[in-house]
């Protein structure tokens, strides 16, 4: 198996951080977020991809609840192999699609030459150390605007740390990671 598929096989699926969310929830915390993930390859959706292509795309959901609020956020991934590393492309939501709705069983069959690249993003590289996958990258939304994004993935686990700074005061993001399990 490549490192690529064996790479996908651990990311794709459902995941929650149930047992974290208990015990910072029995320890007293009350604004961790229940956080839920679903990862869903997505290449038969796009159209004339080019031939042997060997990147896969993915559709990531994510749905984050702290008290009666729950905030969802959905990507379009692009994930290829270079050398020994695997790399994170982060792609718009197709046109036509609504940002705040879109999702793997919304997604419209979209013909290739029509997705972009996020200009905002900072492709993520991942290396395996030990039979964990880690990288990540920092990305200027803005000249204020830092998000930084680190991750660690193994056959147990996700764990995904994303903070996002305004000149350098977090405003988004936890003191740890979130830890992901596959349901």
Not at 85 to 100: A, H, M, Q, V, W
Request: charged content about 25%; aromatic content about 14%.
């Amino acid at each position: 198996m490549d490192q690529l598929q064996e790479f996908m096989d651990m990311l794709t699926g459902n995941f929650n951080n149930a047992e974290q969310f208990n015990r910072k929830k029995q320890g007293g915390s009350a604004d961790f977020p229940f956080a839920r993930h679903c990862n869903t390859v997505c290449n038969h959706k796009i159209k004339n991809l080019p031939e042997n292509f060997k990147g896969i795309f993915l559709v990531e959901e994510s749905y984050y609840t702290v008290g009666d609020s729950t905030r969802a956020s959905s990507h379009l991934f692009l994930f290829t192999q270079e050398e020994q590393r695997i790399k994170l492309t982060s792609y718009e939501i197709p046109d036509g699609c609504d940002k705040n709705t879109f999702s793997y069983e919304s997604m419209p069959e979209t013909e290739y030459t029509s997705l972009k690249q996020s200009e905002k993003f900072s492709p993520a590289f991942y290396e395996q150390k030990d039979g964990v996958w880690e990288g990540g990258s920092v990305s200027m939304f803005s000249p204020v605007l830092k998000f930084t994004l680190f991750e660690r993935f193994s056959p147990q686990k996700l764990e995904v740390s994303e903070t996002m700074e305004v000149n350098g005061k977090r405003t988004l993001g936890y003191d740890e990671p979130i830890i992901y399990v596959k349901v």
